[in-house]
C-alpha cells in the first residue's frame, strides 16, 4: 500500500511539473542565448551551457508547480482542469507539493550559480518572477499589465539572458533578440487570455485581455507579434546571426509544414490561424537552433 501511494505521489509530482509544455521553447532559448554570446567573441561552448539549460527548465518547472498549487482550489471548480492539475485530483498533498517547489528551488538555484554571478541574478529573478506570478499573497497574473510583462520575462526573455550571459555579459544588440523574444511571448500570453475569455470573466478575474476586451486585446496580441518580428529583423541587418542562418530557418520552416496539427502548442482548438502556426513555428525554430549547435561544436571540436 505504501509503496503504490508513493508511486502515484511520484507520478502525480511529474504531472504537477508539466514538462510537455515547456521544455520544446526553453531549450532552444536558452542555446540561442549561449550561441548568440559565443560567436562573436570567439567563446568555446562548454558544461556551463548543459547545466544553465537544466536550470532554465527547473526553473520554469517551479512556475508550473507553484502555479497548480496554487490554483488547485479554483481548478477543482472545473472538471477539465481539475483533471489536470494532481493537487485538486488529489493525487499528491499541498505540503508535497510545496516540499517538492522547494527542492526544485534549490537545485536550480545551484546550478544557475555554477553558470557565473550574473546568470545567478538572472536565475534568482526568474525564481522570483515564477513565485509571485502564482503566490497569492501577491498574485502577479491576478493583476492587469503586471500579468503580461511576469509572464513574459520569466518564460522568455530572462531564459534567453541567462543563457547568454554565462559566456559573455554585454549583450550589446542582443538585447533586440531578447526583446523579439519577450514580444512573442506577449503575444503568447495574450493568445491564452484570449482563448480563455469567457471561463476567466465568469471567474471573476480581471486580467490584461478582460481589462481590454476581446478585440483590443485581439489587437494587442498582433501588435507585439509584429513588434517582435521588427526586434528580430534589426537584429539580422546588425549582423547578429549568421548569414546562414537564414537558409536553414526557411529550409526548417518549410519541413516543419509537413506537420498539421489540429490545434495550438497548449493542445486545444486554435483561436485563430497564428494559434494553428504555433506548433509548427515552434519546430522550426528547435530545428534551426539544433542545426546552428551542431555547427559550433563541429567548428569547435573538429575544425569545421
Avoid at 494553428?276 to 551542431?294: D, E, F
Wanted: include cysteine; charged fraction near 15%.
Amino acid at each position: 500500500m505504501e509503496r503504490s501511494t508513493l508511486q502515484m505521489q511520484l507520478r502525480g509530482l511529474v504531472r504537477l511539473t508539466r514538462w510537455k509544455e515547456y521544455v520544446p521553447f526553453v531549450v532552444p532559448l536558452t542555446l540561442l542565448g549561449a550561441l548568440l554570446a559565443a560567436r562573436p567573441n570567439g567563446v568555446m561552448l562548454d558544461w556551463r551551457l548543459a547545466v544553465v539549460t537544466l536550470a532554465n527548465i527547473l526553473a520554469v518547472a517551479y512556475a508550473f508547480m507553484i502555479n497548480d498549487i496554487e490554483d488547485a482550489p479554483d481548478d477543482a471548480r472545473d472538471p477539465d482542469r481539475a483533471a489536470r492539475n494532481p493537487v485538486s485530483t488529489g493525487e499528491i498533498g499541498v505540503r508535497f507539493g510545496y516540499n517538492a517547489c522547494r527542492v526544485v528551488a534549490a537545485a536550480t538555484l545551484i546550478l544557475y550559480a555554477l553558470g557565473g554571478f550574473h546568470v545567478f541574478l538572472i536565475g534568482l529573478a526568474t525564481l522570483l518572477l515564477s513565485h509571485l506570478y502564482s503566490w497569492r499573497p501577491v498574485r502577479l497574473k491576478a493583476w492587469p499589465v503586471t500579468d503580461i510583462v511576469s509572464h513574459s520575462l520569466m518564460l522568455s526573455g530572462l531564459l534567453l539572458l541567462a543563457g547568454y550571459f554565462v559566456y559573455d555579459s554585454s549583450p550589446g544588440l542582443v538585447w533586440f533578440v531578447a526583446a523579439g523574444t519577450t514580444l512573442f511571448s506577449v503575444y503568447g500570453q495574450l493568445y491564452n487570455q484570449l482563448r480563455d475569455y469567457d471561463m476567466d470573466k465568469a471567474a471573476g478575474l480581471y486580467n490584461t485581455a478582460i481589462m481590454l476586451g476581446e478585440t483590443n486585446t485581439r489587437r494587442a496580441m498582433y501588435l507585439s507579434m509584429g513588434l517582435a518580428v521588427v526586434c528580430l529583423l534589426a537584429a539580422v541587418f546588425q549582423g547578429v546571426f549568421p548569414l546562414w542562418l537564414g537558409a536553414v530557418l526557411l529550409v526548417s520552416a518549410a519541413l516543419s509544414m509537413l506537420y498539421r496539427p489540429q490545434a495550438d502548442m497548449r493542445g486545444t482548438v486554435a483561436v485563430d490561424t497564428s494559434g494553428a502556426l504555433q506548433v509548427q513555428g515552434l519546430i522550426a525554430v528547435n530545428l534551426t537552433v539544433v542545426i546552428w549547435l551542431a555547427q559550433a561544436l563541429f567548428s569547435q571540436y573538429l575544425g569545421f
